[in-house]
């Protein structure tokens, strides 16, 4: 079955691919729950029961490929799923049948629309009225696009909004991830009846109603788990939908101007991305003379909003405003990290205003709070510009100063690399790099509870003589007495051998599975010491000795056997 596609475009081998070895193996075992199978002519459908009763559909792509898709919360997520497998699994245990199933499925489908055709108006009208009060979901559904089609919007409206309510689906007052895609799936149903509006010659309408809509949407929007964006997308839905209805009805550019910057600068307008120049045709000149007066008016009242911020800096650009002015943006609110001293920086660059670009990153680094920054990306960037111009002592001092203002690895790997850079390493610079780091190191209760950053750097250095001292001096945590072990254990065996018994006497008074791998690579390390030393005799005595106090650690005991020890 593995390698036979037979009538299928997917092998057992295909399953395994798309859900991975776990979720397969998994799959095998819900072969059991695999309930209401079937193959239809395009889509295989199936009920899988496991913590729910979970729909599953499988499907045939284009290409030959398989496509799976699960209402688990795993599915949810895009992922080929367990019930996938299993749904998959049953039906290439019938995979010789499934011709027969396909034929009899399309035979089915030909009869039911023969028989469809043959009724009169009155017949299917019964029909419906029949489905209508057995299927709620239909029904809600006939009535959304009778409600578009109809001249009354105020019941489309009242089924628009009613789409987008999330209370039926909310626990606790709010719309939980279970409920989201349920909730997602049926305000969608909104965007599709708001083009329908459109569509059928009531833009104007069309574009009353998604402005009550996209308000409604993002006053709930805060009180749903949309952690697979299905509720952002229908935002975006109901925003292309406005935006199609005002293209088609033209309505007062002014009035839709003031509109669009009341929805824009409000602060719940979180879930929508829409933008003011995607309204260009739709406002006209009038509608952006207007909206360009708003957001100007608007940002003068509050500088640094993010919103006026954003959209007077959309606009300068838009316009080909001058640099200055989007300087002076900026510069209304600086960021105590630097940031927007270099967002100044680089417009001025770009305008072939190199010296004031480098003046505002030079008083970014200047003006940066130490609890904020500077900004990596702005130290790199005045870094750079000084290295081009020749001033390597310059970097060199800015490194400097970030290595003592807030001493890391990471720090002291810049200074050095901009110190040999400029021939001025070794020495003098290096040591008083080491003081600094030296200095900065502070235990805790008399232990290193994240290693000292000295010992680190010295290792980075490769030299493992003055970081094994720093480490006896008391700088080093397990982890970089272990890592320091590592680095000596060929040329020094002797020295990390007193590491490695060192950190496995504690793990004798432990448990768990991690536990005992880490006493197994420890033991490993002590014999390749031993083995160095030529004393393997000696090691052989300390592990049966070791082995004969766990010996009731029956997973230790089968851990130490599969590596050989």
């Known amino acids: ?92 245990r019938q995979a010789e049948s499934v011709p027969r199933q396909r034929a009899a499925a399309a035979s ?22 029949e489905q ?36 039926p689906f909310a626990r606790y007052g709010y719309v939980d991830y279970a409920e989201a895609h349920a909730y997602g799936q049926q305000a969608a149903e909104a965007v599709t009846a708001l083009r329908a509006m459109t569509s059928s010659g009531r833009s104007a309408d069309a574009v009353k109603v998604a402005r009550e809509a996209l308000r409604a949407l993002g006053r709930t929007y805060g009180e749903i788990d949309d952690s697979d964006g299905l509720i952002g997308e229908v935002a975006t839905g109901l925003a292309e939908a406005h935006l199609e209805a005002c293209l088609s009805a033209r309505p007062d550019p002014v009035e839709t101007a003031e509109w669009l910057m009341h929805h ?65 943006v900026h510069a209304a609110d600086l960021a105590p990290n630097g940031h927007t001293h270099l967002v100044i920086a680089k417009e001025l660059e770009a305008a072939g205003r190199a010296a004031e670009a480098l003046e505002w990153a030079e008083r970014g680094l200047r003006e940066a709070e130490s609890d904020w920054g500077p900004n990596d990306e702005l130290v790199a960037f005045v870094c750079e510009r000084y290295a081009l111009a020749g001033r390597l002592t310059g970097v060199v001092a800015i490194r400097r100063d970030l290595l003592q203002a807030r001493p890391s690895l990471a720090a002291y790997q810049h200074l050095r690399t901009a110190a040999r850079a400029a021939n001025a390493w070794e020495g003098a610079e290096r040591a008083g790099a080491l003081e600094v780091l ?81 006493m197994a690579e420890l033991l490993l390390s002590a014999r390749a010491c031993h083995r160095t030393l030529g004393t393997e005799a000696e090691f052989a005595t300390y592990l049966a000795s070791l082995r004969a106090d766990q010996k009731r650690k029956r997973k230790l005991m089968a851990t130490l056997d599969l590596h050989g020890l």
């Open 132 to 167: 209508l009060s057995e299927d709620r979901d239909l029904r809600r559904r006939l009535e959304l696009r009778a409600a578009t089609a109809g001249e009354d919007t105020g019941i489309a409206r009242e089924r628009i909004l009613s789409l987008l309510d999330p209370r």
């Open 1 to 92: 079955m593995n390698g036979v596609t037979h009538a299928l475009g997917f092998a057992e081998k295909d399953l395994r691919r798309m859900a991975g070895a776990r979720s397969f193996e998994r799959g095998v075992g819900y072969l059991s729950a695999v309930s209401r199978l079937e193959i239809g002519d395009g889509a295989i459908t199936a009920t899988v029961d496991g913590t729910d009763a979970y729909e599953v559909e499988l499907a045939e792509r284009e290409d030959g490929g398989l496509t799976g898709w699960c209402d688990c919360p795993y599915g949810r997520d895009g992922n080929f799923c367990k019930h996938c497998v299993a749904v998959g699994l049953t039906v290439l």
């Open 438 to 518: 030296k200095a900065a190191a502070q235990p805790k209760d008399g232990r290193w509870w994240g290693g000292s950053v000295l010992v680190d750097a010295l290792m980075d250095d490769a030299d493992l003589e003055a970081a094994w001292q720093a480490a006896a001096d008391g700088y080093a945590d397990q982890h970089q007495w272990l890592a320091l072990a590592d680095r000596i254990r060929d040329k020094k065996p002797a020295d990390a051998l007193t590491v490695y018994l060192r950190w496995i006497e504690p793990l004798r008074k432990q448990t768990g599975d991690s536990t005992y791998e880490r």
């Open 108 to 129: 089915r489908t030909r009869l039911l629309d023969t028989w469809l055709e043959s009724r009169t108006r009155e017949e299917l009208l019964v029909l419906v009225r």
């Open 264 to 328: 824009l600068l409000d602060e719940e307008n979180c879930v929508t991305d829409i933008d003011l120049f995607d309204y260009r045709e739709a406002l006209g000149e009038p509608g952006m003379i207007r909206a360009r007066e708003l957001v100007v008016a608007a940002w003068r009242a509050n500088p640094k909003g993010w919103a006026e911020k954003f959209l007077m800096e959309r606009l300068l650009k838009a316009d080909g405003g001058s640099v200055d002015a989007l300087v002076a």
